[in-house]
């Protein structure tokens, strides 16, 4: 599966859009971009996924760049509790299975 | 839906002693994945499932690691005997087809001293 690249660490003001970009250079045409988080002391929460198209849910917004070398995770109005390690992933749905590889992700503090 | 439940929440055991964490997925998932997080290595795949199966287990650690999925609805992780190095938080997770998102439980903490 292609790496990820991402910043370690953030800060965003309360109520404003946080933006979390991700490299992944060496992404293939088969491979999804997906955006998890975790809260401190919870397990990691699905945010969202893509491949090619910019996505939208309740959560967050994803775009894609159009070569797919980098995407944004972005939450249009950021909260306290949104403070939070964000991992990007890229995967690879294989033949015999599935499976997500967690990287060091973005530490996004998210200040009064 | 009451989401993917692990238990305990916390354990305490001494070196050498057998240890086994739970997982009950959420009904009609059939992924079942188990993961180990530390401050040193983060969040390590240990094993996954497919309808019951093992599909891949090369990151248990060694051979004191071993994991069953009996039925569709539990799951055990045992670590005989433990050591130190394996206190971690151990999540457990599930997915409803391989594209789909994975939903984690809230994690066991395993403190082997």
């Known amino acids: 599966d292609a790496k990820t690249t991402q910043p370690p660490s953030m800060d965003c003001a309360e109520g404003r859009a946080a933006n979390l970009p991700c490299n992944h250079s060496t992404i293939s045409g088969n491979e999804y971009v997906y955006w998890y988080r975790q809260i401190h002391s919870q397990g990691p929460q699905y945010i969202i996924h893509g491949l090619k198209n910019n996505e939208t849910n309740e959560m967050a917004s994803l775009i894609i760049t159009e070569d797919r070398k980098s995407s944004t995770l972005i939450l249009p109005h950021a909260t306290l509790r949104d403070t939070a390690v964000y991992y990007c992933i890229v995967r690879t749905l294989r033949v015999a299975g599935n499976m997500l590889t967690f990287g060091g992700g973005t530490r996004l503090m998210v200040k009064p | 839906d009451a989401g993917v439940i692990q238990s305990p929440r916390h354990e305490v055991t001494e070196m050498g002693q057998e240890v086994t964490l739970r997982c009950k997925p959420i009904s009609g998932h059939d992924y079942l994945f188990w993961y180990r997080q530390t401050m040193m290595r983060g969040l390590e795949l240990l094993i996954y499932?497919?309808?019951?199966?093992?599909?891949?287990d090369s990151g248990m650690p060694e051979d004191r690691f071993s994991a069953k999925m009996p039925n569709a609805s539990f799951s055990t992780l045992k670590i005989q005997p433990s050591e130190p190095r394996d206190s971690a938080v151990y999540f457990c997770?599930?997915?409803?087809?391989?594209?789909?998102?994975?939903?984690f439980g809230s994690g066991t903490r395993l403190t082997v001293v």
């Open positions: 499932f497919n309808n019951n199966v093992p599909i891949d």
């Open positions: 997770a599930s997915s409803l087809q391989e594209n789909y998102g994975y939903t």
